[in-house]
């Protein structure tokens, strides 16, 4: 490498550390703000949380937060995505509105731990209870109105940034780097990539910034979420987005070269889970690939699990305890798929998935 190349790589990796660092500033400065005006995040009037896998240590949670954004520069200059665009003046306004709702939500958290039953949004559902399953009307992260609002779906990627630290773009972008892999060198014009559970479609909108013209469909279960999904995936014709359950995807078998799944599989009851699977290997072709990114489970940085035993106590997750102990590998191998590869990416692991030929 040439003097010039070299400072160039020097150049791009201080940029990568100063603005990285002050994304994360930014959203933890947020997250202790929640913190303070909440009282913390044990349940009012019970007593304090004592995990009984031991208090996590701090040390190698830093450790791991660290090597998090090793791997994510890495990832850059592998040439896997290009650079993240975090601090732009045009978002400021934006991300300056957006941590003042997250601040106000953050402040009735209390309330409603304390005056929820848990499934208040059964009365709030637009179109009724029918279309949806019974595990999906409750008050996901203590929202009242669950996946149901156009609020939680305005709300949402701030609040999971803030949890983080900052660090939730960064633990998707390993999955991002999973799909650049299966389409180095290919047409990505003539495959299809589908979105399980896609949220309000953040991470399609990074997909699609790398790979422009690849035909992309996002499904998920949410009326708010869908319809945010669509504004913002408005910009490429070929992005679809579908209102339906992963469990019964109204898509053709085979039809899919690859499939991802974001921070969706912990928040489903434990019979579901095969379902969406067989559903996912369904429409795959043969040789397709699937992308699993989700929790860290128990055992996976053992010095930590304390940690993840927590957020069940902490926030309405309702499945997320079973996920930590679900036997990922047996679930999978079960449902036809051989594994790949698997990247731990701070609190997430990404784990990839072939469907036989």
Known sequence: MGLIDQAAKTAGRARYAAAQGLRTAWYAAQMQAARSQSGGFDRPGEPEFRPSRGRPDTGELRKAYLRLFVQDLANVEAGLYPPPQDLRPADLPGALKSAQAFLRDAAEVNRRRLARDGTEVRSQVPEGTNRYPAYYLQNFH???????????????????????????????????????????????????????????????????????????????????????????????????????AAETMPLESASQDIAVSVFFFHELPPKVRPLVLAEIFRTLKPGGLFVLADSVQFGDYPAMDGLLEYFPHGFHEPYYKGYLDWNLASALETAGFVKERETLAFLTKVTTWRRPR
């Open 142 to 244: 203590y929202q009242s109105g669950g996946w149901f609002t156009d609020d939680s779906a305005e709300l949402y990627d701030t609040q999971v940034e803030a949890l983080f630290s900052g660090t939730a773009d960064a633990m998707r972008r390993a999955a991002l780097a999973e799909i650049s892999r299966e389409l180095k060198g290919r047409d990505q014009r003539t495959l299809r990539l589908l979105d399980v559970a896609c949220g309000n479609g953040r991470f399609l909108e990074k997909v699609l910034g790398v790979f422009p013209k690849l035909p992309v469909t996002g499904l998920d279960l949410s009326p708010s979420y869908t319809d945010a999904a669509r504004a913002r995936l408005a910009p490429w014709r070929q992005a679809d987005v579908i209102h339906d």
